[in-house]
């Protein structure tokens, strides 16, 4: 399955940006989603991933009441609705695709990736 990440930008701290991640190929219905960020110098880390009906999602601590992921299977779509930001959020942000069955906090059980999308939070 081939992402394509967009939404990015330059926001200021304590707003809002809404990611989107385009799949196309094939369906993602059968897939959790995962989003995940790097910032310069550092690897790349856990955001949060998504279930395949959508349902259950889970977070990273750093995000958690912040970030929210949804999906839309039907527009092979998925969403990540990004809150309250803050300078420390800045990162170029990935979504994935696993084919995998457990352990979706690890970025090497995800097969395709996005070509990630810049964001930039200013203090």
């Known amino acids: 399955v081939q992402l394509q990440a967009s939404g990015g930008g330059l926001v200021q701290a304590g707003g809002s940006l809404r990611l989107s991640c385009a799949a196309s190929g094939r369906t993602i219905s059968r897939h959790v989603m995962g989003w995940f960020r790097q910032a310069p110098g550092k690897e790349r880390e856990f955001v949060g991933y998504i279930g395949t009906g959508g349902s259950s999602t889970h977070y990273a601590d750093a995000v958690k009441g912040r970030f929210t992921i949804s999906r839309d299977n039907a527009k092979n779509m998925v969403y990540l609705q990004m809150n309250s930001l803050k300078p420390e959020d800045t990162a170029v942000y990935y979504c994935?695709?696993?084919?995998?069955?457990?352990?979706?906090?690890?970025?090497?059980?995800?097969?395709?990736w996005g070509q990630g999308t810049q964001v930039t939070v200013s203090s």
């Open positions: 994935a695709a696993s084919g995998k069955f457990s352990n979706w906090y690890d970025r090497t059980n995800y097969d395709s």
